[in-house]
């Protein structure tokens, strides 16, 4: 199993970066990749499945565009859920049948589009399929097409990220329209795939596992079918979305990509063979724990029996964090105004507090830490996935600094510049 990102090496590469003059002192909050480790988890899910799968790493975990390209020149996919998202990934040189396009509301046009281009499709409705048959009376494409299914096999800990129980704003629910789905395979003859995703953080292995049998067990019935009625074609297309959750948690050991492979194996060995194309979603997995942000304390406040340290980032770049405290964590070090890490613990607990105008502003309720001072800086641990590609605009703060680093700081890449001044007006003018 990959060996997590310690403290220690963060502070590491943070005095490293300050040593080359990678940061500097207007970079109040800067967000660091490890782009070794990011290569490490690609290669850990090309071991674990077969040669032939595409594993389309979710654009919306992380959609910077030199990450983009790093995935892209690693072999991997992309999946997308929107229309900048797919020209995100065009831009980023992605062979359109390693895209994936998913989105619950796809347009005619979009739709159009992206059958132009030729990526993989999943329709989420009915609807979108009798669409997608009009435009291939009038259009030839290369694309290929799968539905998704809603396995109504139940919700994970987190509801706002779960999406597949009894109701879901996603996909055909395959209780109610089994039947209905079944007919679809017979009708169109370009119908070939099927995928599903049960949700993002908080839903158990097992849960996954469950949904992706509860579709292959369809599957099978469907095949059988188009087999009985002469039909050549089977469903030889299946998308097992993402969702393999993360540990936020130095030592908690955290699901491998192993268990979840085995328990896959074991239920659905088929999946395995060549009788299917393999699709992985995967984001949280592949991103999360390779990123890492560093803000600046600008001030410590003391009342109430506790310290606040106020720092540069809050709820812009950790949405879900700040207005979901309880459900969502990062472990927080603190490094001094050299890069170095900070031991030993203040008597008196801190709120870390992020420089929106808000109460909720909040990354971290009280928690002890060593003595936080101005000047130094807060580590924030596993921000590599669903940070920055939810970057809110409220109060207009500027985006970040993003570097990458290969071998624990040795080199350094600029992902992307702090924004200036000048790129905030232009999104508001
Ligand atoms: C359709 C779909 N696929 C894949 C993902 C990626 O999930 P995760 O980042 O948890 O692997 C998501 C995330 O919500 C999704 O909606």
Same mark, same amino acid.
């Not at 909050?29 to 490490?40: P, Q």
């Not at 329209?177 to 599903?196: A, C, M, P, T």
């Not at 063979?273 to 997995?285: A, N, Q, V, W």
């Given at each position: 199993?990959?060996?997590?990102?310690?403290?220690?090496?963060?502070?590491?590469?943070?005095?490293? /970066?300050?040593?080359?003059?990678?940061?500097?002192?207007?970079?109040?909050?800067?967000?660091?990749?490890?782009?070794?480790?990011?290569?490490?988890?690609?290669?850990?899910?090309?071991?674990?499945?077969?040669?032939?799968?595409?594993?389309?790493?979710?654009?919306?975990?992380?959609?910077?565009?030199?990450?983009? #390209?790093?995935?892209?020149?690693?072999?991997?996919?992309?999946?997308?859920?929107?229309?900048?998202?797919?020209?995100?990934?065009?831009?980023?040189?992605?062979?359109?049948?390693?895209?994936?396009?998913?989105?619950?509301?796809?347009?005619?046009?979009?739709?159009?589009?992206?059958?132009?281009?030729?990526?993989?499709?999943?329709?989420?409705?009915?609807?979108?399929?009798?669409?997608? &048959?009009?435009?291939?009376?009038?259009?030839?494409? =290369? *694309?290929?097409?799968?539905?998704?299914?809603?396995?109504?096999?139940?919700?994970?800990?987190?509801?706002?990220?779960?999406?597949?129980?009894?109701? *879901?704003?996603?996909?055909?629910?395959? =209780?109610?329209?089994?039947?209905?789905?079944?007919?679809?395979?017979?009708?169109?003859?370009?119908?070939?795939?099927?995928?599903?995703?049960?949700?993002?953080?908080?839903?158990?292995?097992?849960?996954?596992?469950?949904?992706?049998?509860?579709?292959?067990?369809?599957?099978? #019935?469907?095949?059988?079918?188009?087999?009985?009625?002469?039909?050549?074609?089977?469903?030889?297309?299946?998308?097992?979305?993402?969702?393999?959750?993360? *540990?936020?948690?130095?030592?908690?050991?955290?699901?491998?990509?192993?268990?979840?492979?085995?328990?896959?194996?074991?239920?659905?060995?088929?999946?395995?063979?060549?009788?299917?194309?393999?699709?992985?979603?995967?984001?949280?997995?592949?991103?999360?724990? /390779?990123?890492?942000?560093?803000?600046?304390?600008?001030?410590?406040?003391?009342?109430?029996?506790?310290?606040? /340290?106020?720092?540069?980032?809050? &709820?812009?770049?950790?949405?879900?964090?700040?207005?979901?405290?309880?459900?969502?964590?990062?472990?927080?070090?603190?490094?001094?105004?050299?890069?170095?890490?900070?031991?030993?613990?203040?008597?008196?607990?801190?709120?870390?507090?992020?420089?929106?105008?808000?109460?909720?502003?909040?990354? *971290?309720?009280?928690?002890?830490?060593?003595?936080?001072?101005?000047?130094?800086?807060?580590?924030?641990?596993?921000?590599?996935?669903?940070?920055?590609?939810?970057?809110?605009?409220?109060?207009?703060?500027?985006?970040?600094?993003?570097?990458?680093?290969?071998?624990?700081?040795?080199?350094?890449?600029?992902?992307?510049?702090?924004?200036?001044?000048?790129?905030?007006?232009?999104?508001?003018?």
């Amino acid at each position: 199993m990959l060996a997590r990102i310690t403290s220690e090496k963060m502070s590491q590469v943070y005095r490293n /970066a300050l040593n080359k003059k990678i940061v500097n002192n207007d970079d109040t909050s800067v967000i660091f990749y490890d782009l070794s480790f990011l290569e490490e988890r690609v290669n850990e899910l090309v071991r674990m499945f077969p040669q032939t799968t595409l594993h389309a790493i979710a654009v919306k975990s992380n959609p910077l565009k030199k990450i983009l #390209e790093f995935l892209n020149s690693l072999n991997a996919g992309a999946e997308v859920a929107s229309l900048p998202e797919l020209y995100l990934t065009e831009k980023s040189s992605f062979d359109p049948d390693k895209i994936v396009f998913d989105s619950p509301v796809k347009t005619m046009n979009e739709l159009e589009y992206a059958m132009k281009l030729g990526v993989h499709i999943n329709a989420d409705s009915f609807t979108e399929l009798k669409r997608i &048959a009009e435009i291939m009376e009038e259009k030839k494409t =290369k *694309s290929s097409f799968g539905i998704r299914i809603n396995p109504q096999v139940g919700t994970g800990t987190i509801l706002s990220t779960s999406v597949a129980g009894e109701y *879901s704003k996603f996909g055909v629910p395959i =209780k109610e329209y089994r039947k209905e789905l079944i007919k679809s395979f017979l009708e169109y003859d370009w119908l070939r795939g099927v995928h599903l995703h049960i949700g993002s953080q908080g839903c158990p292995v097992d849960l996954l596992v469950k949904g992706v049998k509860a579709v292959y067990d369809f599957v099978n #019935e469907t095949n059988d079918s188009l087999r009985r009625k002469g039909k050549k074609r089977q469903i030889d297309i299946f998308d097992i979305g993402g969702g393999l959750p993360v *540990s936020y948690k130095q030592d908690e050991k955290g699901v491998t990509i192993e268990e979840y492979r085995k328990k896959l194996f074991d239920n659905c060995e088929e999946l395995f063979s060549d009788k299917f194309k393999l699709i992985t979603e995967f984001g949280r997995y592949v991103h999360a724990n /390779a990123g890492w942000t560093a803000s600046r304390v600008e001030y410590v406040k003391e009342s109430s029996g506790v310290k606040t /340290a106020m720092i540069h980032t809050g &709820a812009d770049l950790f949405l879900r964090k700040c207005y979901q405290q309880d459900e969502w964590f990062h472990e927080i070090s603190v490094l001094d105004s050299d890069g170095n890490l900070k031991n030993g613990k203040d008597t008196t607990p801190y709120i870390i507090a992020g420089p929106l105008c808000f109460a909720g502003d909040i990354l *971290s309720k009280e928690m002890i830490l060593p003595e936080v001072k101005e000047g130094d800086y807060v580590l924030i641990h596993d921000t590599g996935a669903y940070t920055l590609s939810m970057w809110s605009r409220y109060n207009s703060r500027q985006v970040p600094k993003v570097v990458g680093y290969y071998d624990e700081g040795e080199r350094f890449e600029i992902l992307k510049e702090r924004e200036s001044l000048d790129d905030v007006l232009n999104f508001w003018e």
